[in-house]
């Protein structure tokens, strides 16, 4: 696989991830913040969301491993959405190779999955159509952002029993 960028870039990326990733969480957070002011009966927090990076077999996913890692990606996601959602169960936040470029829910293990391969998928599409480093950053930085709250999405349907 040609490198696509060194670990200090994959760094920048993840931090990048990370903020915008707050920004969306504090427009939630005000949200939730209103509704609650509304509510009488006190809800009581029974679960977290947990932080899990799965050691990738292939040598490819270590460096996308490494760099999440070290920018403490899925520990600050984890962080901000346990300030925000009352959880009736734990919710584990992971990183993983698939096998397949794919990310999922699993509402049996509670967990949602972004696959190391979609990552790097991901990461060489924009690394092919972008003309500059801060248009690749915010490509993938967007793109990666966009799955997990998809994901996201299904977990909470499913934790909450919304009716969908």
Aim: glycine share 4%; proline share 4%; with cysteine.
């Amino acid at each position: 696989m040609q490198e696509l960028i060194d670990l200090g870039d994959a760094r920048v990326l993840w931090e990048t991830e990370v903020a915008e990733s707050e920004k969306v969480l504090k427009q939630l957070d005000e949200a939730i913040s209103s509704v609650e002011e509304n509510i009488n009966t006190p809800v009581q927090d029974l679960g977290d969301f947990k932080p899990l990076y799965e050691t990738p077999k292939n040598p490819d996913y270590i460096k996308i491993e490494v760099a999440a890692k070290e920018a403490e990606e899925l520990e600050k996601l984890a962080n901000s959405l346990n300030n925000i959602f009352i959880l009736p169960n734990d919710i584990t936040l992971s990183y993983a190779e698939c096998g397949s470029e794919n990310a999922f829910y699993n509402p049996s293990l509670k967990k949602i999955t972004i696959c190391y391969e979609l990552m790097e998928k991901i990461a060489t599409t924009f690394y092919e159509v972008t003309e500059t480093e801060e248009e690749y950053i915010e490509g993938v930085t967007g793109a990666v952002t966009f799955v997990l709250y998809h994901e996201l999405g299904h977990a909470l349907v499913d934790a909450y029993s919304l009716p969908i």
